[in-house]
């Protein structure tokens, strides 16, 4: 192999690396193509496939404390969104387990699907087997 194939290799590799890196640290919501969250190790059911821009569009959702929320101490809801954050960074504190991190999910998502009559509701609709 001559030099420039080994240098236009070298190169290639490099940015590939370089593209795949900055795109599995990336955060960006937009980015978002499942539900994921760390506490989350071996999974009874496969993650749940999730374009945020899309849902959020069909879904007519424009302020992000409707799924990215808080709460004082008295239970109203903050004006700031929690998007930087992981679920399990609040709905596993004090204590409680990754039992009451999928309930936060479940109550979250499918209890909008049910308020608005719109959008997956059993288990197999949102958790599809690959």
Request: glycine share 6%; proline share 1%.
């Amino acid at each position: 192999m001559n030099k420039k194939a080994l240098a236009a290799y070298i190169v290639i590799a490099f940015i590939v690396s370089t593209i795949a890196v900055i795109s599995g640290f990336s955060r960006e919501q937009w980015e978002i193509t499942s539900v994921r969250d760390s506490a989350f190790g071996v999974r009874m059911r496969s993650a749940v496939s999730f374009n945020h821009d899309e849902h959020n569009e069909k879904a007519a959702i424009d302020d992000c404390t409707e799924c990215h929320h808080d709460y004082d101490e008295n239970g109203e809801k903050m004006d700031y969104s929690t998007e930087e954050s992981e679920c399990s960074e609040c709905h596993m504190a004090d204590g409680k387990t990754r039992m009451d991190l999928m309930r936060a999910y479940h109550l979250n998502c499918k209890g909008c699907h049910e308020d608005e009559k719109a959008g997956p509701v059993m288990c197999g609709e949102c958790h599809v087997n690959k």
